[in-house]
């Protein structure tokens, strides 16, 4: 990382308020270049939090932006930070049209040439993509980075969502630290008027999102208010981000876009739905092995980019008329993963679908075998949304693989190149109505070690006959014959996430499948009788045709800048302490009870002091525990707390929310929820919410960037 402190231009830092046509103002702060004429502006808004949470982040990029001649503006979203109104639905008409609304304002300052970008990360993304979807006149191109916004849509299955197979891990985390995150007050440093007024409306708006999708968000979700016995079911329906199978009001974007993904988390199938969906000379796609995050904030330097460089020839071309080359270079870039030094490397198409990769099937051998994963099958999932911590990422899947029925390949004398979404076809019989099944696809080394690659899941319909046992094998691939996402009698298809990988020769491919994936997804609530006939069943992989084929797209120009530059940051100091840190990720098993939990700690709560004084420590702690003889003692359960503090002015105010997620005998479980909100010692909101959800399918709600 190259911290850069000399631009071509001096820049200048101001806050200020966005009036919105209902009077409500937004906090904004920009940074732009001083002593110029008019230029274009580049705009960031979200719920994130200026003044505290996004404030490292912004000052990283946004000092750059406008030093090299940009108007940067980094807006928060109605009811969130310390401007005006109570939290919306995220990516909700309400939100995308006060989006439109700054995009307008900004587009009228005298300093703007009234041409305006969007960027965004998570949630943002998808918000800014829905603003595109038809893109206000100012508004000529976005950047969406893990535009993870419609999970489960059509056209993605078992993608975001996993098939819609019941989400468990994802639901609890991002409704406990969505409402964590909405509760926070406003700062009185930076808050026009009464800033603890202003913060018991909004906590009055508040419900928990646990049906949250495009178009639903924290003051519009089901449940009942135990404290005043009201109750609201209104429902979030999910949609299709950026494509022109459906966006916000069912357009497509008409913004350039320049789509980003990782291949670790949620939102790379958004980006190859951009890519295929949008006109070729105003999009390129580019998914690479960070988390999620900006590019250029990967973990691992090895996989960082130049990202704000990229952005800069993107924003030149489309904001300034410059001829940076964007649109000579691949459509697509992928960041091809796999073991040696061919493996690790940066592969480009200049056309998505490529014409050089072609669906193979893979048939599988063997008898028909029983499906009997114990129900802790998946606590070697990992984080459902890895941003770069320590254990996010799923570890050896060996102890996986042996919970699951597996299928291999070997791998000859050429690799075996997969470039897209691979998915599986399974003809599964038996009594297993409501049990998830989970696909992995795996890369097995010559030692035994197995990474994962792709994965999928969805939720059986009701059971059909029964079946006979017996032991799986490989049989041998030959060309797709075109199921159109469809299969036969008893059959299913399991869409897989995104791959972009090398099986090297000597390695294996190999396919895993369970009937369990705990604590990603719910167990069946009963007994599972599954059994699955390879006659009918395959792996189908989308593969770089011939041996060496993938050198063709490959040897395309597609690596993005090597180094990534940032502005110096604000000063935000971490104090140490002679506790030491908690585990990231603990998975225990109670051997007499037979009791197998994963305990997460997304958050460690150390105080974050921020150059004004402020201090802000956010802690989180998930566990998801289950019974391997009982699916009904599924359990999971996190405490989310937030403090901010000022101590040369006495605030301290404080944050708490407890939520639990548990299955029974029917096809729901039972959601609960605690918001308890402090300034100093005095308790200002505490309030409990119950709810029945569907065991699935329904949208997660959308990761904050």
């Not at 091809?336 to 679908?353: H, K, Q, T, V």
């Not at 597609?558 to 000063?571: K, V, Y």
Request: glycine share 14%; with cysteine.
């Amino acid at each position: 990382m190259r911290i850069r402190t000399d631009f071509p231009h001096e820049v200048l830092v101001e806050d200020a308020r966005v009036p919105l046509p209902d009077g409500i103002a937004l906090h904004a702060r920009i940074w732009r270049p001083v002593a110029t004429g008019p230029v274009p502006a580049v705009l960031e808004y979200a719920p994130d939090r200026l003044t505290d949470a996004s404030a490292v982040r912004d000052g990283e990029r946004h000092p750059w932006y406008a030093g090299h001649g940009y108007a940067c503006v980094r807006v928060d979203a109605r009811g969130h930070g310390s401007g005006g109104g109570v939290p919306g639905p995220e990516g909700g008409a309400g939100e995308v049209a006060d989006g439109r609304a700054v995009v307008g304002w900004l587009a009228a300052r005298p300093w703007c040439t009234g041409r305006v970008g969007m960027i965004g990360l998570g949630s943002a993304a998808a918000t800014a993509l829905r603003i595109a979807a038809p893109a206000p006149a100012p508004l000529r191109a976005v950047v969406a980075v893990c535009p993870s916004g419609a999970p489960g849509a059509p056209g993605a299955p078992g993608e975001e969502a996993l098939g819609g197979a019941g989400a468990a891990q994802g639901l609890l985390a991002e409704v406990s630290e969505g409402l964590a995150h909405a509760a926070r007050p406003p700062d009185p440093r930076h808050c026009e008027g009464d800033w603890r007024a202003l913060w018991e409306t909004r906590l009055e708006a508040l419900r928990p999102p646990w049906r949250t999708g495009p178009g639903a968000g924290p003051t519009d979700t089901g449940g009942t208010d135990t404290d005043t016995d009201t109750e609201n079911t209104g429902t979030g329906a999910a949609d299709t981000v950026g494509t022109d199978t459906g966006s916000a009001g069912s357009s497509p974007v008409t913004a350039a876009v320049l789509a980003v993904g990782s291949l670790h988390g949620p939102g790379s199938g958004t980006v190859l739905r951009l890519v295929e969906g949008l006109p070729p000379d105003r999009v390129r796609g580019l998914l690479g092995a960070w988390q999620h995050q900006y590019p250029d904030r990967a973990e691992d330097p090895a996989e960082a980019v130049g990202f704000l460089q990229e952005t800069l020839r993107w924003w030149d071309h489309w904001l300034r008329g410059r001829d940076t080359g964007v649109l000579t270079g691949p459509l697509l870039r992928w960041r091809l993963g796999g073991a040696g030094p061919e493996g690790a490397r940066w592969a480009a198409s200049e056309r998505w679908p490529s014409p050089r990769v072609a669906e193979v099937r893979w048939t599988l051998g063997g008898g028909p075998v029983a499906v009997a994963s114990p129900l802790h099958t998946g606590v070697d999932a990992g984080r459902h949304r890895p941003v770069g911590h320590a254990g996010d990422l799923p570890p050896d899947q060996r102890e996986e693989d042996a919970r699951s029925v597996c299928f291999e390949f070997p791998v000859g004398a050429e690799p075996v190149v997969v470039l897209g979404r691979p998915r599986v076809v399974l003809r599964v019989t038996g009594s297993a109505a409501g049990a998830p099944v989970a696909a992995r696809l795996c890369d097995v080394a010559p030692d035994g070690t197995s990474a994962l690659v792709a994965r999928g899941a969805l939720r059986l319909p009701a059971a059909g006959p029964g079946g006979v046992g017996g032991k799986g094998r490989a049989g041998g691939p030959h060309e797709a014959g075109g199921e159109g996402g469809t299969a036969g009698p008893g059959g299913v298809v399991v869409g897989l996430t995104p791959a972009a990988h090398r099986f090297a020769p000597g390695h294996r491919v190999r396919l895993a499948v369970s009937g369990a994936y705990w604590p990603w997804l719910w167990p069946a609530p009963g007994p599972v009788d599954l059994v699955l006939d390879p006659a009918g069943s395959a792996l189908v992989l989308p593969m770089c045709g011939a041996p060496q084929a993938d050198r063709g797209d490959a040897a395309l120009p597609g690596a993005p800048a090597a180094e990534p530059e940032h502005a110096a940051p604000p000063l935000v100091s971490v104090p140490g302490t002679l506790d030491p840190p908690p585990s990231r990720l603990l998975v225990t098993r109670d051997v007499p009870a037979g009791t197998w939990t994963v305990e997460a700690v997304p958050h460690r709560g150390r105080p974050h002091v921020h150059p004004d004084g402020l201090e802000y420590t956010e802690e989180a702690r998930e566990s998801y525990t289950v019974e391997d003889s009982d699916p009904l003692s599924a359990r999971a359960r996190s405490v989310h707390t937030i403090r901010l503090h000022r101590p040369e002015t006495a605030w301290d105010v404080r944050v708490e929310v407890r939520s639990e997620l548990r299955c029974d005998g029917s096809d729901q479980l039972a959601a609960s929820a605690e918001l308890v909100c402090l300034d100093g010692r005095e308790v200002v909101f505490h309030r409990t919410w119950e709810e029945r959800l569907p065991r699935g399918p329904y949208p997660l709600p959308r990761p904050p960037g």
